[in-house]
């Protein structure tokens, strides 16, 4: 009998009540939280100024590691008057490939004080103006573009001179003897020689560049159906942007350019205007676009690698983008 109750209990083990709340239940108390914990991981915020300002400026030094030799071309073309061919031939001929790079160490430092103003700062500028909705007044949008190229302009023009001068110099000279012969002939007010045009040419370039990229990222986005993240629309944007940039800030870059490669120990114009006239009475008005093709081949690159590298680091940091 012992063992018919033990083999009964084992092949009929009793009930035990089970006292698990319904399924509807369980699916209801278990989705909520995973559901909220999903919304809040993956809704972007939008930048401080301050962390905006040091996306731009990484993604800028980032980008003019490819750009610094076609800016080197440019820069000679309009300070010389030469061909692209015959310019780039005499920089290899100066010095080979690292000829091209030089005045680099200044490209960086103005990238990261000019350009992680004018790119990084434009969002929380645009957002602050009450620009940053997909229905916001154009205007609103160039003004924002002109704020912060204005005032990166202003903070990087050192660095401008600077590299303008290394860019153009085809002696051994090196770079601190560069600013030495700067800061003896003409002190602090030196490093800030052509500051007027080159804020004209900031605010023009910046307000066409962010401007311009930012509304062609909407007409992109509805004619494709590509989110504005997404790096196609990015590209595309960034590409118009970069042609209407070289259209508009073509006369002021020359102008700048001359301004600023002037000699040490002699003033050879009287501000932007004398400059203007000057180079109109020499070479026409056509003159101001000299260099248009080298100019369009560094900012079409240029516009596309800083514009694509803040987004990516917008996104990766889990920030908004523009």
Request: hydrophobic share 40%; with cysteine; net charge positive.
């Given at each position: ?14 009930n035990?009540k ?12 278990n ?32 980008a003019?590691?490819f750009t610094?030799p ?65 229905d916001?007044?154009?205007y ?28 153009t ?39 066409t ?36 940039m ?37 070479g ?31 996104n ?7």
């Open positions: 009998p012992s063992c018919h109750r033990q083999l009964h209990f084992f092949l009929h083990p009793p035990k089970q006292t698990l709340p319904p399924t509807s239940s369980l699916s209801t108390v989705s909520i939280p995973h559901e909220q914990s999903n919304i809040t991981m993956s809704e972007p915020r939008k930048p401080s100024l301050f962390e905006s300002m040091a996306c731009g400026g990484v993604a800028a030094a980032f003019v590691n610094h076609i800016e080197l071309v440019k820069t000679r073309m309009q300070a010389s008057g030469g061909s692209i061919g015959a310019t780039a031939a005499g920089v290899m001929k100066e010095g080979g490939v690292t000829a091209f790079y030089k005045g680099l160490p200044f490209a960086y430092g103005r990238e990261l004080s000019y350009t992680s103003v004018k790119l990084g700062a434009y969002t929380p500028v645009r957002n602050a103006i009450g620009a940053g909705g997909a916001a007044p154009f609103l949008k160039f003004l924002a573009g002109a704020i912060t190229g204005g005032v990166g302009s202003v903070i990087g023009n050192p660095f401008d001179v600077c590299k303008t001068m290394a860019q110099s085809t002696g051994g000279q090196s770079l601190s003897a560069l600013v030495g012969n700067l800061y003896r002939d003409q002190g602090i007010g030196g490093f800030y020689r052509g500051v007027e045009v080159n804020i004209m040419r900031a605010c023009i370039l910046n307000a560049k962010m401007g311009v990229y930012d509304i062609t990222k909407g007409y992109v986005s509805d004619y494709t159906g590509w989110s504005r993240k997404d790096v196609r629309c990015s590209f595309a944007s960034a590409f118009v942007a970069g042609f209407f070289t259209v508009t800030v073509a006369p002021s870059d020359m102008l700048r350019t001359k301004l600023m490669n002037q000699p040490t120990d002699v003033k050879l114009y009287d501000g932007f205007v004398d400059c203007a006239k000057k180079t109109i009475a020499e026409g008005v056509l003159s101001l676009w000299r260099g248009f093709i080298p100019i369009w081949a560094r900012f079409a690159p240029q516009a596309t690698l800083q514009l694509l590298t803040i987004e990516v680091i917008y990766k940091m889990g920030f908004n983008g523009i």
